[in-house]
């Protein structure tokens, strides 16, 4: 009985041992492989609103500057043009600051 109780002991001690072992291994490899995918996702994300969010921020400005232009004195197609021009701006804007807050995620996962 002591030595089944020795070498059970024995055996977990070497276990635990080699999961420290093994932790410590691997955060000196460097990044981990899901960490770099999800910045380069992050990457390609920002990217592509940029390269999307100024055509259709220009094209939704045009569209309400033309319906403020064209009303012929409709005030509902002035305030809807307004609308329209405050909106877009504003998205706009927030679309451009989004590369703030995806640095800020990335700070927090690694």
């Known amino acids: 009985m002591n030595k089944k109780l020795f070498y059970t ?3 977990l001690i070497l276990f635990i041992i080699f ?3 093994f932790s410590s291994i691997s955060f000196t490899w460097g990044e981990p492989q899901i960490v770099s995918k999800i910045n380069s996702a992050f990457d390609n994300i920002k990217s592509w ?3 999307i969010a100024t055509p259709a921020a ?3 400005v ?3 500057v033309f319906m403020k232009k064209f009303s012929f004195g ?3 197609k002035i305030r809807t043009g307004k609308k329209l021009i405050k909106g877009s701006l504003f ?3 927030f679309i451009l ?3 703030l807050i995806l640095s800020a995620i990335k700070s927090l996962i690694g």
């Open 62 to 64: 045009g569209t309400g």
């Open 97 to 99: 600051a989004i590369d």
């Open 58 to 60: 220009a094209v939704a």
């Open 74 to 76: 409709d005030e509902e």
């Open 91 to 93: 998205s706009y804007a």
């Open 19 to 21: 999961l420290i072992t």
């Open 49 to 51: 609103l940029l390269k």
């Open 9 to 11: 002991l024995f055996t």
